[in-house]
């Protein structure tokens, strides 16, 4: 079999590196990779939302499936152009991925179907805005704004008041920081308690919940500074407790797929469900309509089923016909980030080190890294690599993961300390 994946973080490499495992693929392509894909799959040069040209290579290369990563591509209608040419690929159709794209669409989408989410009020225009926060919104009371579209993870605005918020709506409505993305703003309860990401293989009729992850967004220890992609991710997540998963299963996932019928969504793909769980009950904070990153690094080396099974029974909608397989181990991976980063940061820095982690010691995904002329790795992006390091408990992951740490080193390499911390406080408390 022959895949093509679309995407070049440390989570592409994941599904690179567990679709590599499996005895069925002969040929993976990556476009546009990375320094670590470049080992495992080759790297092809077409823009991710190039779709008649990563459509005729997929045509012409004989690709059985093609598999999604970021959510560019989805939101833009890359599965429902590939369908239409008669082409295998895996994530949801650009309905489906409105859900990610468009929070209003999926605040409205969850108030349909009775999913559980915070109070909400949306609005296109900014005096309309501006007036509801002036003469119905307390002073000193709390609220997040945010914006409706994509905005790379950096739309949401947590407000402590109303002053705030207002800055907030100025920012996004009239000085259009996120361009379009924040034309339609929303206006949302601030929750209380602890999150938690529950990813789910959905194929249209029946899902498949994957171990819990916990993301750790902000960039420096104690949640402190300003937020990322991500700086590091466990799974599975003792937050998410057997009970909670239960209502997910009988409760908020029923509903979800309810929802998606009668909507008319081919939803073929993962649903990413960011929850915000207060006194044990799941409130949803957002979808993703994929893989999360870094969250897929901590949950793909805990998957023991063959991963191209499972796209094949998403995309055949008979993900009933598989019993899917976890390890019981727990999985810690930290991100070594660029100097500066989530703000400016240096690129082409030389890496070192990186043939000295040996396989049993941790897992190195290759976020934002190339290689030159020479064979060199240097850095090229603010999440330059992702350690994962497995072990029998999350303890034990933890001690493993740092403990490697140090034989991986680039000039100004920054990383949190304090990664999978919370899962212990937990754990212990
Ligand atoms: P989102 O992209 O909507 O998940 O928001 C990014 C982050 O903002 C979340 O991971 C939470 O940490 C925080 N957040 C979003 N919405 C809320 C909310 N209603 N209450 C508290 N925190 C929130
Ligand atoms: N780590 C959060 C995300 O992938 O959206």
Not at 24 to 39: M, P, Q, R
């Amino acid at each position: 079999m022959k895949f093509l994946v679309i995407g070049n973080g440390g989570r592409e490499h994941a599904i690179i590196w567990k679709l590599a495992q499996s005895p069925k693929v002969d040929k993976i392509y990556c476009t546009l990779g990375n320094a670590g894909i470049s080992k495992q799959a080759e790297i092809i040069n077409i823009k991710v939302d190039d779709f008649e040209s990563l459509a005729k290579f997929a045509t012409e290369n004989k690709i059985d499936y093609t598999f999604v990563g970021p959510e560019v591509p989805l939101a833009l209608g890359v599965v429902d152009y590939f369908t239409s040419k008669g082409l295998k690929i895996f994530g949801p159709s650009k309905k489906g991925a409105l859900l990610e794209a468009s929070k209003s669409f999926a605040k409205d989408f969850m108030q349909k179907y009775n999913v559980p989410t915070a109070a909400y009020h949306t609005f296109t225009d900014y005096n309309s805005a501006k007036q509801f926060l002036e003469t119905e919104w307390e002073e000193n009371k709390k609220v997040v704004v945010k914006a409706d579209g994509l905005a790379a993870g950096k739309g949401v605005v947590m407000c402590q008041n109303r002053q705030e918020a207002l800055a907030a709506i100025k920012n996004m409505m009239q000085d259009k920081s996120f361009g379009s993305a924040g034309d339609k703003i929303i206006f949302e309860q601030w929750l209380e308690g602890q999150e938690t990401s529950v990813l789910v293989f959905v194929d249209g009729k029946h899902f498949s919940i994957m171990p819990a992850a916990q993301d750790h967004k902000r960039v420096y220890d104690g949640d402190k500074g300003l937020n990322t992609g991500g700086m590091g991710a466990y799974a599975p997540a003792p937050i998410a407790t057997p009970e909670l998963l239960k209502q997910v299963k009988e409760q908020v996932m029923p509903n979800i797929m309810n929802g998606l019928q009668k909507e008319n969504i081919d939803y073929k793909g993962i649903l990413y469900i960011g929850f915000m769980v207060d006194n044990g009950k799941p409130y949803v904070l957002e979808f993703n309509c994929r893989f999360g990153d870094p969250e897929t690094q901590v949950i793909l080396p805990l998957l023991e089923t063959d991963l191209v099974d499972i796209v094949e029974h998403t995309i055949n909608g008979t993900l009933n016909e598989i019993d899917i397989k976890w390890s019981k181990k727990s999985a810690v991976c930290v991100v070594l980030a660029s100097g500066g980063y989530p703000e400016k940061y240096e690129k082409n820095i030389k890496i070192f080190g990186l043939d000295t982690v040996k396989e049993d010691e941790a897992i190195v995904f290759h976020a934002g890294t190339k290689k030159d002329e020479q064979g060199n790795v240097l850095t090229s992006g603010g999440r330059v690599l992702v350690l994962t390091a497995i072990a029998d408990d999350i303890k034990s992951a933890i001690d493993k993961v740092y403990a490697v740490i140090p034989k991986v080193t680039f000039d100004k390499m920054h990383y949190r300390k304090d990664i999978a911390q919370r899962a212990l406080k937990w754990i212990n408390k």
